[in-house]
């Protein structure tokens, strides 16, 4: 097990040094002077100030020393400044990263709390009007696009077009925990849930093909036939065979949560990383655009490997 | 016709038919259908509700929102099914030829690829369009490098799996080409996982390319995509909301139909995963 643990680790370490290589070249490969960029559009720029500044960048240097240089920088947390800020890097990815995190966070386990019950459910209700009911659900939370849900929630819960007898919940805005907790929690659930419901049709649909799978065992006949009630092997066997290969799918599914925050913190104004990347490629912001990606790429690889290894602990075949 | 025969029974694909035919026109003949002009700005109809002139109303600036719709859709799709043809290209060669030749050479291969898994997807599209200039093209490019892992990787482990069996080591034995080994022999026993990852893949690059251009990254205007049409109509919910409504319909609608047709081909193509779904 502990073997397994540094072996999965250790290919990690690995998927992060070549994601930052990629990320460090791409930047550095993309046509046009951040030199010129920076001073501004002006067309003829002082030729000494360009100079100047180019050293300041350490962007004389050949490009192998300027990568070791990055890569060295990096390794301490230091991923440079940014040009539209002035602040370094780190700053403001370190203030927005977790607001990110706690929108991802939430969507995933609100996610789950409704994939797996509503999988079993439609499983054990198998051609039944409410199988289809909860089936066609789920082919439809998976071609919705989050922005579309977002809105969707917008007009039917903040602008109350129906004119529900519901209290209305704010659209957009970011209240901090520490200054109003009921506030703060207002403005998540509705982010939340729009990034959560595409996540769930996904968990719903692998756990009722896996549960499906499960329920047709030999296993399954021979507990029956020995007389266990049937919610004993549902629950007992049934489910707890079912949900392995789900693990797999949330794990696939990590990169499309975290892309889905980029779009979500969008159409709800969440102050996130997401939100910051968008701005940092509108201004051509390249340290910070290059610092976000890493980030959330960096993000992407560790849950990944988290995934990986609740999936050894719970098949011991997988490892 | 055995082919036929099961897809017209096959619920899914009837649906994502009726969808998915009109759609087809509309690629086509999008600009003749348009009932106005839609570029044509008109600030005086600004936000204007449905009327005979403008069927679904006028955006912010007063253009007719059906023709932008009719005309948008183009880009959109171009993207998805240009970029899915070549990561379709370029998976199957890279796959097929990591699975033929197996060993160092196919690992290294496959785990080349894999390192384009190691990004969400949409970050490397923002990055790289980010960096490079949006545009239908550089969009295309970037679904094309995104998706092409997916494919290397079911015609690789489809390859492995014929290539053990008795007839290929026969048509080795005799002498066949390298060739015709390849794309006579291996290609149509492994073509039917990757014709499902197909419309999966479509399906992908639709919701990619219309959330760059929700953030403003993918088609530029004046030129309308939905997704586009998504991100402007924002700073009016309040104001219109069928305005956000239309392209969101135009726009799950299609994504919907390509998703159930790629579980259609699932169902009909791959009978042992039947009912599975």
Redesign the interface.
Known sequence: MTRFILRRSAIAVLLLFVVSSIVFLTVHMMPGDPVLLMLGTDSNPDPQAVEALRRELGLDQPILTQYANWMLHALQGNLGTSYSEHVPVMQSIGSRLPRTLELAGVSLLLACLIGLPLGVLSALRRGKFSDLVMTTGASLGTSIPVYVLGYLLIILFSLNVFGWNIPTLPSSGYVNFSKSPSAHFQRLLLPAVALALGLAASIMRMTRSSMLDALSAESVRALRAKGLPEHNVIIRHVIRNAFIPVVTVIGLQMGNLIGGTVLCETVFNWPGLATLLVKAINQRDYPLIQGCILVMSSVFILTNMVVDIIYGVLDPRAR | MDFLKRSMKNKKFVFSMVVLVPLVFVILFGPQLAPNDPLAMNTSSALAPSSSQYPLGTDEYGRCILSRLLVGVRPSMTVALFGTLGAFAAGLLLGIFAGYLGGKIGGAIMRAVD?IL???????A???V????AGVRNLTVVVAILYTPHFTRIAYSSTIKVRKMEFVENEISIGATLNRVLFGTIFPNIFSPLVIQISLTV?SAI?LE??LS????GVQPPDPSW?QM?GDA?NF??VD?MY??WP?LF??LT??AT??MG?ALRDILDPKLR???
């Open positions: 390192v190691c990004f969400p997807p949409i970050l490397l923002m990055m790289v980010g960096l490079w200039g399906s919701l219309s959330g929700f953030l403003g990254l997704g998504i924002r919910l309040s909301v956000t409504v969101s726009l799950s994504i919907l998703n159930l579980d009912d599975s779904f």
